[in-house]
């Protein structure tokens, strides 16, 4: 059984459009956090990204840094992660993130 989930990473391609979507969930951004380096690079999988980078291209891959965005953010992952506990074939896309966090509020 999970007792704690810490966070999730969601990599996108344009961080206003992101913070556009999340917002109309209910998000509201609390913080943003700046973690850079070789070990960001290497989780990340794109040489050189800097959680500050704002479109910034590396090697023909556009990237964006990291979104904090508060407690809805946990419950819904809390929430996806216990639907995919649920059945051992099920894929999340976007549009069944969105049911699932408009079942939140």
Same mark, same amino acid.
């Given at each position: 059984? &999970?007792?704690?989930?810490?966070?999730? @990473? &969601?990599?996108?391609? =344009?961080?206003?459009?992101?913070? /556009?979507?999340?917002?109309?969930?209910?998000?509201?951004?609390?913080?943003?956090? $700046?973690?850079?380096?070789? @070990?960001?690079?290497?989780?990340?999988?794109?040489?050189?990204?800097?959680?500050?980078?704002? /479109?910034? =291209?590396? =090697?023909?891959?556009? @990237?964006?840094?990291?979104?904090? &965005?508060?407690?809805?953010?946990?419950?819904?992952?809390?929430?996806? $992660?216990?639907?995919?506990?649920?059945?051992?074939?099920?894929?999340?896309?976007?549009?069944?993130?969105?049911?699932?966090?408009?079942?939140?509020?």
């Amino acid at each position: 059984m &999970i007792a704690h989930i810490d966070h999730v @990473t &969601i990599v996108v391609r =344009d961080i206003a459009k992101a913070k /556009g979507f999340f917002s109309l969930l209910g998000f509201v951004e609390e913080k943003s956090v $700046i973690i850079s380096g070789p @070990t960001f690079a290497r989780y990340m999988g794109v040489e050189g990204i800097e959680a500050i980078d704002n /479109g910034v =291209d590396r =090697d023909g891959i556009k @990237t964006y840094g990291a979104l904090g &965005i508060g407690g809805l953010k946990m419950k819904l992952h809390k929430a996806c $992660i216990a639907k995919l506990f649920e059945r051992n074939d099920l894929v999340l896309d976007a549009e069944s993130i969105l049911e699932v966090a408009q079942a939140l509020s």
